[in-house]
């Protein structure tokens, strides 16, 4: 062979494996934030660390707005709620369709690069019960035909997106693994629906939870550290609990009947706060050693030189009004802060190693509410707890950031909590004459009381946008008036 057609190959080589490595790793876009990051400047964190592939919940239109032109592949969602209606009506089908893809779908060019349709978000999560059991089945197949109606079929394509918790396998040997057996009949449904369309298996792996939940699972083989103690499958060997939960996927897909099914890691994260083990320390080693699993493409003893086909990581940014059912962790899934700052550096297969922050974020003024030590605060813990059940405290909670800070400064922690939730309004900060506001930012060493973020919705615009409205009316009466 020439020296030419060997640089050839490798050129080749070295553009697929690039090409490779940047499609492979997307992320989750949640907006569960009480003051999400405006759109156009969580685009602009998308471009300029190189992720160009997202998964979203569902379809807000802003946000769907800002991704339009970009050439950033899309994964839009159908909440749960939906499956119903979606069930029973194949206009209602045809109606999301067409207002929710059709109307924003493009193969490049002006609009987005919708790929996949997520119908329900976890629908089988285990505490939801059987609820939406009945409806997922029907609802992905009126989807479907509403996208063949629309010509997008070829090009988009439908997916449900699978809880971890839809498994079971005894002493958690992926070989002895299969399908919750109230799903099996639902699974054997769906699955027969994705293969007819070519569409993939999407999964949700958690190896922190099974950290949690787990007994047997040792924090080092969760990091995919190289000293941790391997777990034998009979004669397959594994050396991180990534490798034990993909198999045992893959498992319950074969004994299911389709061994071939191509799998989509849809969630894997590791939370910075909020939990035993959640630190921002941790989850950088977790997933530098994702990322080195995945960059390897050496796939899993079952699955050897097949790796899922693409992984999308949990989360981008924090959101601080996520659903805590399954623990306060899970506000803090975030590679970055809910204001776009990187928690730690991890190469992404973005070809750098270290992230890039959001500019420009615009914040409230600086300015805090704590507890006003000058009053009598015997009653101080119960306008607290009420706080938190509308704030977010789940930094306060065991494992969390701000566990160790002393009474009553959790109080304040609360206090202010909510008050930033409520954009700084003088009245959230009242508790019954207990709050004091206060421009001294009262963060300790490891405990951060944040400062929201400007959103169109707060603080002075909305005054704002009322005293133009006024003075419009005003005017047009007065005008009227004149000229009558
Ligand atoms: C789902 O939709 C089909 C078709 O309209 C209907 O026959 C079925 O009863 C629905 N399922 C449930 C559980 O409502
Ligand atoms: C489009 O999606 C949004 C958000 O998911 C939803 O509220 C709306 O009802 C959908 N449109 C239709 C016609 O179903
Ligand atoms: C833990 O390991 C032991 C011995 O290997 C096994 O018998 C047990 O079932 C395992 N427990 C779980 C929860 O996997
Ligand atoms: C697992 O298998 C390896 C090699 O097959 C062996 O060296 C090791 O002792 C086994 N570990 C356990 C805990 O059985
Ligand atoms: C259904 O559940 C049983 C356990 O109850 C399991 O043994 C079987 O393999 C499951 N079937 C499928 C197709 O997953
Ligand atoms: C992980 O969490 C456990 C349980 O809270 C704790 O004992 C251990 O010290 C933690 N390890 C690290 C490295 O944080
Ligand atoms: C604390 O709450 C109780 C019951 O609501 C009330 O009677 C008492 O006056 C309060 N104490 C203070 C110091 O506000
Ligand atoms: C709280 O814990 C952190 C380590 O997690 C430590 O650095 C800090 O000093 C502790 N603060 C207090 C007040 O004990
Ligand atoms: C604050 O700390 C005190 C004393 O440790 C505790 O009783 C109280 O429940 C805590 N309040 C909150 C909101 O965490």
Redesign the pocket.
């Known amino acids: 062979m020439s020296t030419y057609s060997c640089l050839i190959i490798l050129a080749l080589f070295t553009i697929f494996t690039i090409s490779w490595r940047a499609q492979a790793v997307g992320v989750n876009w949640g907006t569960m934030a009480s003051h999400p990051l405006p759109p156009p400047k969580v685009v602009k964190l998308l471009k300029s660390n190189n992720i160009n592939k997202v998964k979203l919940f569902d379809t807000n239109s802003d946000v769907l707005q800002a991704l339009s032109g970009t050439n950033i592949v899309v994964t839009v969602g159908i909440p749960n709620t939906m499956l119903r209606s979606l069930n029973s009506s194949k206009k209602a089908a045809g109606s999301w369709v067409h207002d929710n893809v059709t109307r924003y779908f493009s193969n490049g060019g002006a609009g987005v690069r919708i790929e996949y349709v997520a119908v329900g978000d976890e629908p089988f999560l285990q505490s939801y019960g059987e609820q939406f059991h009945p409806y997922v089945i029907g609802a992905a197949a009126n989807i479907q035909s509403a996208l063949a109606r629309a010509k997008l079929d070829s090009n988009v394509k439908v997916v449900v997106p699978c809880s971890f918790d839809s498994f079971q396998s005894e002493s958690s040997l992926p070989s002895k693994a299969h399908f919750r057996p109230d799903l099996n009949k639902t699974m054997i449904e769906l699955l027969t629906f994705l293969n007819k369309h070519g569409s993939p298996f999407f999964v949700t792996l958690s190896p922190y939870v099974t950290l949690l939940q787990n007994k047997n699972i040792s924090l080092d083989f969760s990091l995919f550290k190289e000293t941790a103690r391997p777990h034998n499958d009979s004669h397959r060997t594994y050396k991180n609990s990534f490798e034990l939960c993909f198999d045992t996927v893959v498992t319950a897909l074969s004994t299911a009947g389709f061994p071939d099914m191509d799998v989509i890691v849809a969630n894997i994260g590791w939370p910075t706060d909020g939990g035993a083990n959640a630190t921002s320390y941790l989850a950088e080693t977790f997933m530098k050693g994702l990322m080195n699993h995945l960059h390897s493409n050496l796939g899993t003893p079952l699955r050897p030189k097949h790796p899922p086909l693409e992984t999308y990581i949990l989360s981008l940014l924090d959101e601080d009004q996520r659903n805590i059912a399954s623990g306060n962790f899970e506000r803090h899934w975030g590679l970055f802060t809910f204001d776009g700052q990187a928690k730690y550096h991890v190469d992404l297969g973005q070809g750098s190693k270290s992230l890039v922050n959001a500019q420009n974020v615009e914040y409230l003024s600086s300015r805090w509410c704590v507890v006003n030590n000058n009053k009598d605060l015997s009653n101080a813990t119960a306008s607290a707890l009420e706080a938190c059940s509308n704030a977010d405290c789940t930094a306060l909670s065991a494992g969390g950031s701000c566990f160790?800070?002393t009474w009553p400064s959790n109080i304040s922690y609360a206090f202010n909590s909510y008050y930033q939730q409520h954009d700084q309004q003088a009245e959230s900060c009242d508790f019954g004459g207990l709050g004091l506001i206060t421009t001294v930012d009262p963060s300790m060493?490891?405990c951060r009381f944040p400062i929201e973020l400007r959103t169109s919705g707060s603080e002075s615009y909305t005054i704002y946008n009322f005293y133009w409205i006024t003075f419009l009316v005003a005017t047009l009466l007065a005008f009227l008036r004149d000229f009558a």
Do not use: P, S
């Open positions: 160790n800070i060493d490891h």
